[in-house]
């Protein structure tokens, strides 16, 4: 694409248009979708607002006691784990790029009598209103996978937090994410590199049953060293780091039915690991 011609005084556009940032369209689709199908497994609306709880034990347990804390959510989707960590007592932000899951976010909200915040901004770019306010960041389940900038979450994610601040991921393992299928074993994914993998979306994982319109989804593998070490060097220092081999909940839904509540991930006469949890602080200085 040509440069502007030598010695035009015609002035460049200051702030020219920025392209949609890549899966913006998806999760907008998706967060007009989410919660209001017959066979949606992970968005039950009615029962959110009856009262269940959406929040896992391995991201309150890192949390700790919330109750007059704030807490900023991140990729925070249409609101439902955001607004249960309001029902816990924390005073909650939640941060999400797609207008329609935001939109969403705050009419829940408001349909759910809860007090919220939610901010439309990409968290690779969070606005400089949210740096130093809070006492926890949170980030969980299908996570990273859509950042295309590591360095530039974990940098916004430190910022965010005031000193002594702490940092809850709990995201989907990235040996996990390597494997399409359990039986038969097919491995079709990178460990990690952080290069981009695209294909066209036409469901979704909340209800594989609907068809939707195709949309591009770009994703990022990143090896949990990688997302270490992009945590250590925004400046946080690692607290508490678990790839756990059972949990309550298999976000991809390749994992056998559990008999106890727990799903595993079986491989001969051992069990992989398909979450990892992570918490990290900022230094008090």
């Known amino acids: 694409m040509p440069g502007p011609v030598v010695g035009d005084t015609r002035r460049m556009t200051e702030n020219p248009p920025e392209p949609t940032p890549p899966n913006r369209d998806l999760w907008d689709a998706r967060a007009l979708a989410h ?5 949606d497994r992970f968005y039950d609306v009615d029962a959110f607002l009856a009262g269940r709880q959406t929040l896992y034990r391995t991201e309150r ?12 959510h991140l990729q925070c989707h249409f609101g439902m784990d955001t607004l249960n960590w309001a029902r816990l007592g924390a005073t909650v932000t939640g ?7 935001v939109a969403r976010a705050r009419d829940l909200a408001e349909r ?8 439309e901004a990409d ?8 740096y130093g306010r809070f006492d926890i960041v949170v980030a969980t389940y299908g996570v990273l996978c859509w950042i295309r900038d590591l360095g530039a979450w974990m940098r916004g994610a430190a910022g965010a937090l005031r000193p002594g601040g702490r940092l809850v991921l709990v995201d989907v393992h990235p040996l996990y994410q390597v494997f399409a299928s359990r039986e038969p074993l097919v491995a079709d994914w990178p460990y990690g590199g952080g290069a981009e993998q695209r294909e066209l979306s036409t469901t979704t994982y909340a ?12 994703e990022f593998p990143y ?10 060097d925004a400046g946080l220092a690692i607290e508490d780091l678990a790839e756990l081999v059972e949990a309550e909940l298999d976000p991809r ?25 992570l918490r990290a602080r900022r230094p008090e200085a």
């Not at 347990?61 to 900023?72: F, I, N, P, Q, Y």
């Not at 390749?254 to 491989?267: N, Q």
């Open 35 to 39: 919660g209001t199908t017959a066979n």
């Open 61 to 72: 347990e890192l949390a700790g006691d919330v109750a007059g804390r704030d807490l900023l």
């Open 95 to 101: 941060v999400d790029f797609s207008p329609n899951a």
């Open 112 to 119: 759910a009598g809860l007090a919220a915040d939610f901010v």
């Open 123 to 130: 968290t690779q770019a969070l606005p400089a209103s949210l």
């Open 207 to 218: 209800d594989p049953d609907v068809a939707m319109e195709p949309h591009e989804a770009v």
């Open 223 to 232: 090896s949990l060293g990688e997302v270490v070490t992009a945590a250590v």
């Open 253 to 277: 839904g390749l994992l056998p039915a559990p008999v106890d509540g727990l799903y595993r991930f079986p491989l001969g006469e051992t069990q992989l690991p398909f979450l990892y949890a």
